[in-house]
């Protein structure tokens, strides 16, 4: 099921201006990649630290470039099937789906204008 992290709209694939980044799970990120143009995906786990150091990064982003860019959060303890899938070894990992189609996987906490540079190529 995709919801927002507010879970103001449950179910409902579209983000809205005040809540910009989806919840996935294993169940939706494949309706996510096919609602979106550009979708990235964080990969994170409640007990990273450079996860946690990257969520205020990827909620700006989000409203920096809200409607052209979806953003979504899938927690990798919960949800291994899609870990495995896209090979997650390393995390904070950002997978970058364009048109439908997984183009890159961004790996590790890094400065916001350094990820904004490796995100911008895909716009």
């Known amino acids: 099921m995709l919801e927002r992290l507010s879970g103001k709209a449950k179910g409902d694939p579209t983000p809205s201006a005040s809540d ?3 919840e ?3 169940a939706s990120i494949g309706a996510a990649v096919r609602s979106y143009p550009l979708l990235v995906v964080d990969c994170w786990a409640a ?3 450079p996860c946690r150091m990257m969520a205020p990064v990827i909620e700006q982003l989000a409203k920096k470039y ?3 860019v979806a953003f979504g959060k899938l927690n990798v303890d919960q949800n291994s099937d899609t870990a495995a899938r896209y090979q997650i070894m390393s ?3 950002f997978l970058v789906f364009k048109q439908g189609k997984h183009v890159d996987t961004i790996v590790g906490a890094m400065p916001a204008q350094q990820f904004e540079q490796k995100l911008t190529r895909h716009i």
């Open 20 to 22: 910009e980044v989806l």
């Open 24 to 26: 996935l799970d294993d």
């Open 47 to 49: 007990w990273c630290g």
């Open 66 to 68: 809200e409607g052209k």
């Open 91 to 93: 995390i904070p990992a």
